[in-house]
């Protein structure tokens, strides 16, 4: 099974591309958003030292997400079904420390898949965005609403804002996203792994576009 980075902006739509892979080919999903996210919700002593950038929208140590990474890739599953990294690397010591665990699990890239969408339609996308609070299914009120306001369509469960999906943070988020993040699409680009696929379609044509490029 392949392995992949995903790249791009908050709002490229990685996790929900993620999610459709993982549903259609068994991937392992690991987002380190949602992990610090849960760990957040259970008090744990890694979401207390995560949540104070987590909700301002910095980024949060490379030694703390690099260290859930690294946990996440030596389980036996991540060989077996191969990996999505949803949100990491983020900075280039991350992509380093990425580079070490991957070393450390005799495990290879195939791919780095970068969701190109502009800025204006990334704000859009964002503050609209939606999720579930019980099964975490993403929606957006303006390109891909709930059938009831409101509530999940798969669970019946209701449907929440994330709190760093204002449009203060979404702006900060962006920012942190050029300054720290976007210099790795060079990185990727110079190991020979890179892979531009349009992000701005509608979900179902951007994961036919997804596919296409991975020749899957
Ligand atoms: P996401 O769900 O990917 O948008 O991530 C939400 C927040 O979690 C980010 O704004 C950061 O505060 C934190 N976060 C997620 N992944 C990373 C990472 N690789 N490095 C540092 N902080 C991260």
Not at 179 to 204: C, F, H, M, N, W
Request: glycine share 8%; proline share 3%; aromatic share 6%.
């Amino acid at each position: 099974m392949a392995n992949y980075v995903f790249l791009g902006a908050p709002g490229a739509g990685k996790g929900t591309m993620a999610q459709l892979l993982v549903e259609k080919y068994g991937h392992v999903h690991i987002s380190t958003g949602d992990i610090l996210r849960a760990e957040m919700k259970s008090g744990s002593e890694l979401g207390r030292q995560a949540k104070a950038a987590v909700e301002s929208g910095a980024l949060v140590s490379d030694e703390l997400v690099a260290a859930i990474v690294a946990r996440k890739l030596a389980e036996k599953v991540v060989r077996k079904n191969g990996f999505v990294l949803d949100g990491y690397p983020r900075t280039a010591g991350q992509a380093g420390l990425l580079d070490k665990a991957l070393a450390d699990n005799k495990l290879t890239l195939d791919a780095a898949v970068l969701f190109e969408v502009d800025e204006e339609l990334l704000l859009r996308r964002l503050t609209a965005r939606r999720l579930c609070q019980d099964c975490k299914a993403g929606y957006n009120v303006l390109y891909l609403p709930p059938k009831q306001k409101g509530i999940c369509d798969q669970c019946g469960g209701k449907l929440i804002q994330r709190p760093d999906d204002n449009i203060e943070t979404v702006k900060d988020r962006l920012n942190v996203y050029q300054k720290q993040t976007a210099p790795l699409i060079d990185l990727y680009e110079k190991k020979g792994v890179l892979i531009r696929v349009p992000g701005s379609l509608e979900r179902d044509e951007n994961f036919a576009a997804l596919c296409r490029h991975l020749k899957i």
